[in-house]
């Protein structure tokens, strides 16, 4: 109730987790990022940008249209 409309945010994988340890690795896959070049998009929320900013060096992100 009250509550605005939560954007979507488009997720981009444009780097391998090849070598990356073993929690980022985890991430990337409850994002549901499995390989190299994989798209998702996912509801934003505080716990997605924690999440985001763990693999920040691996993803692109920006708001999905």
Do not use: C
């Not at 409309?5 to 549901?32: C, F, N, P």
């Not at 070049?37 to 997605?48: C, K, M």
């Amino acid at each position: 109730r009250g509550r605005g409309v939560m954007a979507r945010l488009e997720i981009h994988q444009h780097k391998s987790a090849i070598g990356e340890k073993a929690d980022a690795k985890r991430t990337l896959v409850a994002l549901g990022l499995r390989r190299t070049g994989a798209r998702v998009a996912q509801e934003d929320s505080p716990v997605l940008r924690g999440m985001l900013r763990r693999v920040a060096h691996l993803v692109d992100v920006k708001e999905a249209t």
